[in-house]
């Protein structure tokens, strides 16, 4: 499923239903798993399903937002700030 694009980013690519391909930074794709892993044991475990969960959850984040260094530096300090 993921696949090495740069030293700092991958390429995601969710079922080919929904011809979508994101490129995320390895901090996103560490979000995305923890997303994946919640959504996996509050819903079904049907991984079709499940994808188009997480697809809408990366759409909800907008493709725009997660290709821009500055959103994504955005992204990282809300996230640092929530921690603490």
Do not use: C, W
């Amino acid at each position: 499923m993921y696949s090495a694009v740069g030293v700092n980013k991958r390429s995601l690519t969710v079922p080919k239903v929904l011809k979508v391909k994101f490129e995320v930074s390895n901090d996103q794709i560490a979000i995305i798993k923890l997303v994946h892993d919640k959504l996996s044991k509050s819903y079904e475990p049907d991984l079709l399903s499940l994808s188009l969960k997480l697809a809408g959850v990366v759409k909800a984040l907008d493709a725009q937002v997660l290709s821009t260094e500055d959103s994504h530096a955005a992204i990282m300090a809300a996230i640092r700030k929530k921690k603490t």
